[in-house]
């Protein structure tokens, strides 16, 4: 099989192997990278002989479904001999699908049992166990920055810790992170390095764009980013949204339709995507929380992208989503847009009015940005709600955001294992000025 190529959002002759494209990031023009053509899969054609076992959402049987849904796109590539062993060690950990009700009509996707307890281990991990096979043994070492409102500096962390050769530094805004998460930025050590910076996320941002572009600090070392536009944590992120929706066909004999909380649009993408590939996916609706760029574009057709407001779901606040460019592709035209995603907005009053509302309903605690998904299920008509096959993408554990989420319900939410051992872990952590010089001499 000739290798696929992957080309740039800005430019369809520019194009990138899987492992190229992993390892630039963004392509040269600045654009985002994508398939440059789709092998459709007739679902039957993943499940195969062994359709009960590609139909589980267990570690193993993830791993197993990456590797035939990736492997068109790895084909030929430098990546491709790695690929099974990528997957086996970014898909460590289960994604209970769970059922809500008992006709089967609502079920949660819960993304949350990695060791940084939300969904971007699975691309974060799929990443750094490829960057890491990728290396050439003698290549001089690699520093990774990673700029982070807070859950995915930890997620990053967590996945390049103790690899050799490879280095990673963390920047995130002083004070503007819960304890919770702060303790998940700063536990690590090792060639994890985590600076606070006196400043706000946008700031961190800026400072990892410009020492990516500094002539004087990438003499001195190899610089890559980790954010959520590289194609090595979007692509791995198709594949529970796969194996959920066959786990749904398997059960019902129907499609699955997902609900999922959306901020830089890389989870909702990767299920745009999913269905792409022939997945047996229905209705895809993103739930935002009030930075409502996405869905008052959708009403309007005029695309006004904001500065970002704060939120209780704040792995969402973004006002500038970047892989709108990667929907925009897919679908250049409006109407094309509006037929294949929905999108709602939910404000702070309405999160917390949801995390009360469904704990006493189902027993059940979401973070902020579930209960956003949860409150945008249940806008949805009746006469949808009952006909179709729901699945709640849980995005984060409860306990992450237990700050907020503790008051609502009126008692403590118990902390997974995962991040119970965090927190025994001493922290290290360097404040520095939201300068690019700060940071300079910060890395030295
Ligand atoms: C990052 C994040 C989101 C938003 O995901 P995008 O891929 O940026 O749309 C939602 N929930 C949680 C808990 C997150 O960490």
Sequence with gaps: MTAMQFSSTRNPALVAGFAEALE?????????????????????QLTGQSGAEAARTSAGALAKLAVSMLKPFAAGDRLEPHLPAVAAEAMSFDAPLVP???????????????????????????????????????????????????????????????????EVAVLYPKGLVTPTQERQLTCWGGNVRSFAVRGTFDECQRMVKEAMLDRELRERRALSSA????LGRLLPQAVYFGAASLAIRQAYGEPASFVIPAGNLGNA???IWARKLGLPIADIVLAHNANRVVPDF??????????????????????????????????????????????????????????????????????PHTATAAEVYGRLPLERRSTGRWVLVATA?????????????????????????????????????????ALRSALA
């Design 24 to 44: 630039k990031g963004l392509a040269p023009d600045g654009g985002l990278y994508i398939p440059s053509e789709w092998p459709a899969f007739a679902s039957e």
């Design 100 to 166: 809500l009700d008992s006709p089967g009509r609502l079920s949660v996707l819960e993304l949350f049992h990695g060791p940084t307890a939300a969904f971007k281990d699975f691309g974060a991990r799929f990443l750094a166990a490829s960057l890491a096979r990728l290396r050439a043994p003698d290549a001089p070492a690699l520093t990774i920055l990673v700029a982070t409102s807070g859950d995915t500096g930890g997620a990053v962390a967590a996945a390049f810790h103790e690899r050799p050769g490879i």
């Design 227 to 230: 954010n959520s536009i590289n």
């Design 269 to 271: 993408l990767a299920c």
């Design 298 to 367: 959708l009403r309007t057709g005029a695309w006004q992208p904001r500065p970002s407001v704060a939120t209780l779901a704040s792995a969402m606040d973004v006002g500038n989503p970047s892989n709108l460019e990667r929907l925009r592709a897919l679908y250049p035209q409006i109407d094309q847009l509006r037929g294949a995603v929905a999108a709602d907005t939910v404000d702070d009053e309405q999160i917390r009015e949801r995390i009360r509302t469904d704990f006493r309903r189902f027993g059940r605690v979401w973070c």
């Design 397 to 437: 554990h409860p306990a992450k955001f237990r700050e907020i989420v503790e008051p609502l319900i009126g008692r403590a939410v118990s902390m997974p294992d995962s991040l119970a051992r965090l927190f025994e872990r001493p922290v290290f952590c360097t404040e520095i000025a939201p300068t690019l010089d």
